[in-house]
């Protein structure tokens, strides 16, 4: 593993997100690598409740751009033809990778501290409950642009208005106001957050892995039942879009030029969120 942890403590595998000199960023290892210990939870009998958490300051702060944004991508060159599908290929097996954690047999709960922002709401999303510290920030900032995200289950989690209310501005939330909204399904204070997450994946972990299983796919019928797939193909794709349009072609423009922290600042200062 390259980019996360897996063990197994008792009847919980605990994933964690192990590049904090990164901010726990995506790179290509990390879809592959959490599919792989996802799995690996599901085949073991031992194993009732998947537990995902991140090291260091945040849970994630999304894909490291640094990779991606301040070199010449392939397939992202304005002065060459450009391949849509190639875009969705490589971001649909991350996005099924994020998804093992929906589909996972078994529950995924996620906890965030610090900070979970773009792809990292990917991860954080396609988790069965998520768990946030109040003073964490959550969001998807490049809905301002170059991205849309994969997973799109901010509707199915909080309701067609106020996913466009996010995504619309790109704008964040608190831990305690994505509780208010639906987002989490629990917000304490940072400090009291380790405890009520253990509390509370011990108490998952005491129901028999049959019983889970069975209810777990009962009720993602219901998430199923609203064309998750086909809007998740369509995001995908309008991913990819996102990036090659002249808005886009600008921030990685920029972001080559001048670092993609810079990028970012220009990217967010009209809405008054910049940072130097």
Not at 236 to 258: C, L, N, S, W
Request: net charge negative.
């Amino acid at each position: 593993m390259n980019t996360l942890t897996y063990e197994v403590d008792g009847r919980v595998a605990r994933i964690v997100l192990d590049r904090p000199e990164r901010g726990n960023g995506i790179t290509l290892d990390t879809p592959r690598e959490l599919a792989e210990c996802v799995e690996q939870a599901n085949l073991d009998p031992t194993v009732h409740v998947i537990a995902l958490s991140g090291k260091g300051k945040g849970f994630c702060g999304g894909y490291d751009l640094r990779e991606f944004a301040e070199r010449q991508i392939a397939n992202h060159d304005p002065s060459e033809t450009w391949d849509p599908v190639l875009d969705w290929q490589f971001m649909s097996r991350n996005l099924r990778g994020f998804m093992s954690l929906f589909h996972s047999d078994k529950p995924t709960l996620c906890k965030v501290h610090g900070f979970c922002v773009a792809g990292g709401t990917d991860m954080a999303l396609c988790s069965d409950l998520l768990l946030i510290a109040g003073d964490a920030r959550i969001g998807y900032p490049p809905a301002r642009v170059w991205g849309v995200p994969t997973s799109m289950l901010w509707a199915h989690r909080i309701g067609a208005e106020r996913a466009k209310r996010l995504l619309f501005t790109g704008d964040l939330l608190s831990g305690s106001q994505a509780a208010d909204w639906g987002l989490a399904v629990e917000s304490h204070p940072p400090e009291e957050l380790d405890q009520r997450f253990e509390e509370l994946v011990q108490r998952i972990a005491l129901t028999p892995v049959n019983q889970l299983v069975m209810h777990k796919l009962a009720v993602n019928q219901a998430v199923k039942a609203q064309a998750l797939d086909a809007t998740q193909t369509l995001s995908v794709f309008f991913d990819g879009i996102a990036r090659h349009t002249p808005e886009g072609y600008a921030f990685q423009r920029k972001a080559m030029e001048e670092g993609f922290k810079e990028a970012v600042r220009g990217r967010d200062e009209p809405y008054g969120d910049a940072k130097g």
